[in-house]
């Protein structure tokens, strides 16, 4: 009997590529999502892709109804990986509130119905956000959380010490909280992607936005920063082999005989790539030019972060494997894809329970 393994915000990016890295392991993926970042044509071309029925759930994680309805309509879920979250750090700024509310609720909703269900495994979407302002690394998960940058951030260190705290309470959970670094590309099919219903803000999408014109250029957020060519320094990974790790996350959980058991790991590639770099390479890949625009630093950047990657290896057996410039090939042919029309018709969001 395959594990059934719900997926709180299936349709996002990170969460598309994860569940099919969860079918392509053995896993039975369930979608819940609410679409309120993420296009519904991600189910059919989840369905294209792997050749799957894909039960997907239509709600939010912030209804606790909503959420009933899926552990009533599968009440053989053996474990739980929870993205359902929003995610930009500029919106955090402007708008804490709705992150604070959204972010924390959804996550103690999930908390609730998983110990009420006895769900005992349960992976948690961080981020290496939650180290704060800290401009050491390599980082390393014993270096702790540091002042956090936004309230996106704190979001994300509540989730941390709320799931660690359940377990040293004796829930009987067993938890692990996956902190990415700089997710980049899209699945080689070119079906799925980022797909942010808003304009992106993260460096790639924006990059390839000057490309194709949408922008007139790519801003570079400071020059002069103490790096070997001036610009800021990031850990940037394939979305596959961040889904990847997510599998590796849950094998270890159903492997692990402890009963209580939190722990954290820094998910990149260990090492790190200026902008300058990212550009050059994106060029090399497409033999396109990127029209750039030196400017001045974005307010909140750090100079230079990027993972130690040591312990996602000998706890989890997980490395990332795919090269930066297959990650930038991979996100072009996605993003020429989504910017000529979708190859699947639009889907309707209607209806709660169906299957792709
Ligand atoms: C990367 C670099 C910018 C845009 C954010 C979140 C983090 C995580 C990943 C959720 C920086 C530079 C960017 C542009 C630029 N998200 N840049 N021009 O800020 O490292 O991390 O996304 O977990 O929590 O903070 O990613 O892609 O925004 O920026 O020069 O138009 O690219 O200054 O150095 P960031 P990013």
Redesign the pocket.
């Known amino acids: 009997m395959k594990k059934q393994i719900l997926v709180t915000g299936g349709a996002g990016n990170i969460g598309s590529h994860t569940v099919l890295a969860l079918l392509e392991n053995g896993y039975e993926p369930i979608i819940f999502d609410n679409f309120s970042n993420s296009n519904g044509a991600v189910i059919d071309r989840l369905a294209l892709i792997s050749g799957a029925r894909i039960p997907v759930v239509t709600g939010d994680c912030c209804c606790l109804i909503d959420l009933q309805m899926v552990f009533k309509c599968f009440p053989n879920i053996s474990g739980v990986i929870h993205f359902a979250a929003h995610?930009s750090?500029a919106e955090s700024v402007a708008n804490p509130m709705k992150y604070y509310s959204n972010n924390i609720v959804s996550l103690t909703n999930v908390m609730k119905l998983c110990r009420d269900h006895l769900i005992r495994n349960i992976v948690f979407s961080s981020?290496?956000?939650v180290y704060g302002e800290s401009d050491q690394s390599p980082i390393v998960e014993t270096q702790g959380m540091g002042k956090p940058a936004s309230p996106?951030?704190l979001t994300k260190q509540f989730g941390e010490r709320v799931l660690e705290m359940a377990v040293e309470g004796g829930d009987g959970i067993k938890a692990l909280g996956l902190r990415?670094f700089?997710p980049v590309g899209a699945h080689p099919s070119g079906l799925i992607g980022e797909d942010p219903l808003g304009p992106p803000?993260?460096?790639?999408p924006?990059l390839m936005d000057a490309v194709t014109g949408r922008r007139p250029s790519?801003?570079?957020?400071?020059t002069d920063y103490d790096t070997r060519d001036g610009?800021?320094i990031?850990d940037y990974l394939h979305v596959s082999d961040l889904a990847d790790a997510h599998v590796c996350a849950l094998n270890h959980l159903f492997q692990t005989s402890e009963t209580n058991y939190w722990n954290v790991f820094n998910i990149g590639t260990g090492r790190g790539s200026t902008?300058f770099e990212i550009i050059e390479a994106f060029e090399a890949v497409t033999n396109m030019k990127v029209p750039i625009l030196p400017a001045g630093r974005?307010e909140g950047?750090l100079r230079e972060?990027y993972a130690d990657v040591t312990k996602a290896k000998t706890i989890l057996g997980w490395k990332a494997s795919r090269s930066l410039a297959l990650a930038l090939e991979d996100g072009w042919r996605w993003h020429l894809q989504a910017q000529n029309g979708t190859t699947v018709p639009e889907r309707g969001n209607g209806g709660n329970v169906s299957v792709a």
């Open positions: 995610k750090v981020s290496a956000a996106y951030a990415y700089n803000a993260n460096l790639v924006v790519l801003q570079v957020f400071g610009s800021c990031r902008v974005r950047d972060v």
